[in-house]
Structures are given as structure tokens and as C-alpha cells.
T-cell receptor, first 110, second 116 residues
């Protein structure tokens, strides 16, 4: 089956460090991968979209990479802050629907 | 410019009752999606609608669940004869277009359904 997996359920880091979250996919080649942020009790908020022909995309302190050989996308938050604490979801397109991973909950301690 | 609106935010129903969840998409968006998030699980796609049409309901349970997006008014997700397993957060999203990559989906705050 076509899976999208986020292997780490939780990640704890100290303020100022770089957080790196992983999203793996199997048995297909997505044309796009998307990353969302979800805070407790809220809906997901779109952060970044990366195409398969893009190696890297940046937005402020965020960076996403797409490695089609490893079948993996990495999501980086540099100079992390306690306000970055949230659950981060990766998603692939399946027709018009989004298929989400289970998410990685990031906790940034001061 | 209001975002996606959902109501109610919290809904409590007893087993066997009906639950009606409403979603008003962002202004200018004619594409609506419903997702369900069960405890300890990820978001799961349920149904995709355009005005007056169900386009893709591949993620919706075959029984007790239905969705509509009338010409006027909000989209409605209806769950009949609710059971405890229906307890979840239900999210609505809307987009301006249907095709990637321009169909960035904007999510509402969700409706948390609790079935007693």
C-alpha cells in the first residue's frame, strides 16, 4: 500500500537548536509533499509545499528537502523557539484529497 | 477576511442520535473537504464536495454518514445513529481550486464530537 510515515511521534529539543523532522513514503512517487502545523484544539495550518523536482525550499526559519532516492522529506526549523512547539504533519496529494502522516509533536524548551 | 468557519465547536450526542456539523468555506472558495481525526490517529480524508456535487466520497463510511454542499449555505456533514466510535474531531477545509499544487487547503478549527 502507499504509505506516508512520520517515524517520530515526539521530538524534544532546546531553544536555539535546529529541529529536524522526517517524513518517509513507500510504494509510490508523490509529485508534491506538503507540511502543516497543528496546535492543540486547532485545525492544521499550511506551511510549505515542495515539488519532486525541487531539492529544497525555504521560508523564514523553515526549510524542507525532498530526496526522491531516499523517498524522504526532511523538515527543519532553525533557531527553534518555544512558540514552535506544535505537531507537524506531512501530507501527500491523492487526487484532490490530502493523505496525512500521524505527525510529530515537537516540544522546544527554554 | 474570515477563514473557514465550523460550528458547533463542541457537540455532545447520546448513542443513536443524529449529529450535524456545519462548515462555511473561505470567501471565494467553492471546494470543500471533510477530514476526521480520531484520538491517537492522523487526519483521515472523508469526502470532497463542490457546490451541489459530491466529487469524491471514498473515505466516508458507507452507512450513517452523508455530506452535502448546497447552492446556498454551508456544507453539512451528517452522522445518523451515532455510536461511541464516532467520537472524534471533524475538520473541514476549503480551497480555491481543485488541482495541485494550487489547491492549498485552509482548515477550520474543527468540531469535537463526543458520543456518550
Amino acid at each position: 500500500s502507499q504509505k506516508i510515515e512520520q517515524n517520530s511521534e515526539a521530538l524534544n529539543i532546546q531553544e536555539g537548536k535546529t529541529a529536524t523532522l522526517t517524513c518517509n513514503y513507500t510504494n509510490y512517487s508523490p509529485a508534491y509533499l506538503q507540511w502543516y502545523r497543528q496546535d492543540p484544539g486547532r485545525g492544521p495550518v499550511f506551511l510549505l509545499l515542495i515539488r519532486e523536482n525541487e531539492k529544497e525550499k525555504r521560508k523564514e526559519r523553515l526549510k524542507v528537502t525532498f530526496d526522491t532516492t531516499l523517498k524522504q522529506s526532511l523538515f527543519h526549523i532553525t533557531a527553534s523557539q518555544p512558540a514552535d512547539s506544535a505537531t507537524y504533519l506531512c501530507a501527500r496529494q491523492a487526487g484532490t484529497a490530502l493523505i496525512f502522516g500521524k505527525g510529530t509533536t515537537l516540544s522546544v524548551s527554554s | 477576511n474570515a477563514g473557514v468557519m465550523q460550528n458547533p465547536r463542541h457537540l455532545v450526542r447520546r448513542r443513536g442520535q443524529e449529529a450535524r456539523l456545519r462548515c462555511s468555506p473561505m470567501k471565494g472558495h467553492s471546494h470543500v473537504y471533510w477530514y476526521r481525526q480520531l484520538p491517537e490517529e492522523g487526519l483521515k480524508f472523508m469526502v470532497y464536495l463542490q457546490k451541489e456535487n459530491i466529487i469524491d466520497e471514498s473515505g466516508m463510511p458507507k452507512e450513517r454518514f452523508s455530506a452535502e454542499f448546497p447552492k446556498e449555505g454551508p456544507s453539512i456533514l451528517r452522522i445518523q445513529q451515532v455510536v461511541r466510535g464516532d467520537s472524534a474531531a471533524y475538520f473541514c477545509a476549503s480551497s480555491r481550486s481543485a488541482g495541485p499544487p494550487d489547491n492549498e487547503q485552509f482548515f477550520g478549527p474543527g468540531t469535537r464530537l463526543t458520543v456518550l
